[in-house]
């Protein structure tokens, strides 16, 4: 008995001293899967504050930089006061086949006389202007044929008065550019164009739809819309192509297409369903966009419509016949 007592104890202390270096074992590692989630907890903590910040960040850079308005921008339409530059559509190869041979006339009334009687023709001093109002996206092919076989007799009638003409720039097609958004791209390039050289933008508008890149393709560059922008001979170079560089109407180009295709401004709840959209003192021109004798016959009919309604009709005197 004496004998074995001894080695019982040896194995006891054995058991006791490796399971004391298990638990030292155990403990360390516990220890080390702590310190590990505590790691990943505060790095993971560390990322969403950083993501956070950014995000933050980004929306009051967003909020901090209010959307820009031409200033002389009127119901989002550029009104053409003069036309400068006009020479840039017979300058234009694409232009001066559609144009060529094409007749202008003014949009003056006239009516059937009776038999034996004058023609009465109401003159420029007595015939409101024509009220022609465009909705044009620069992508749109229709926009540039209705633009280049209108364009000679658009120009006379605005340097005669005869019409006021406005031109409504929207992005419809901004999609249709392999991503470059050309569109609204070229719709802010004349925002800048009327913004700082006014009397260009009838110039500019001719270049953008007459040298027109074919839907689907890139589009040009904000480098080349400035190009083209400086090659109509408008004042203030330098600013005009920062401006389109910078995209600095842009988000005002979406603004104003948005709105267009909510309600177009004094039409009674009109709204863009394409685009050219040529109203004429409000009325819509459904006819051939490439057929400048169409359009120009639309034309007097609404402003003949117009002259009539405006003139008011004599009323007989009546007269006392005196009793003898």
Not at 109 to 137: C, L
Not at 215 to 242: F, M, P
Not at 282 to 300: I, N
């Amino acid at each position: 008995m004496s004998s074995d007592e001894p080695q019982n104890g040896a194995v006891s202390e054995r058991r006791d001293a490796v399971r004391e270096k298990a638990q030292q074992v155990q403990a360390r590692q516990s220890r080390a899967r702590l310190i590990r989630r505590t790691t990943l907890g505060a790095a993971a903590i560390a990322v969403i504050a950083i993501v956070a910040v950014v995000v933050t960040w980004t929306v009051s850079s967003s909020a901090s930089k209010p959307m820009m308005s031409p200033a002389n921008v009127v119901n989002d339409g550029f009104v053409v006061t003069g036309v400068t530059g006009v020479g840039i559509v017979s300058d234009m190869g694409q232009a001066d086949a559609s144009v060529e041979g094409a007749e202008t006339a003014t949009p003056t009334p006239t009516t059937a006389p009776a038999e034996g009687e004058p023609t009465p023709t109401a003159t420029p001093t007595d015939t409101p202007a024509v009220d022609i109002r465009v909705y044009v996206d620069y992508l749109s092919t229709g926009s540039r044929d209705f633009q280049v076989a209108n364009a000679p007799q658009l120009t006379e009638w605005v340097n005669e008065g005869a019409a006021t003409l406005t031109y409504y720039p929207v992005a419809m097609l901004t999609a249709k550019s392999n991503g470059t958004k050309y569109s609204l791209r070229a719709a802010g390039a004349s925002a800048c164009v009327a913004q700082h050289s006014p009397d260009y933008f009838f110039a500019f508008n001719q270049a953008l739809l007459a040298q027109q890149p074919e839907v689907d393709s890139d589009g040009y560059s904000d480098s080349e819309l400035a190009a083209l922008a400086i090659a109509t001979g408008l004042d203030g170079a330098k600013v005009v192509r920062s401006c389109i560089e910078d995209q600095s109407y842009a988000s005002w180009a979406k603004t104003a297409t948005e709105r267009a295709l909510q309600e177009l401004p004094d039409t009674d709840g009109m709204a863009l369903t394409g685009t050219p959209m040529v109203l004429v003192n409000g009325v819509q021109y459904v006819g051939k966009l490439d057929d400048p004798k169409e359009f120009a016959q639309f034309v007097l009919t609404v402003a003949s419509d117009a002259y009539y309604e405006a003139t008011p009709t004599p009323t007989p005197t009546a007269t006392t016949t005196p009793t003898p």
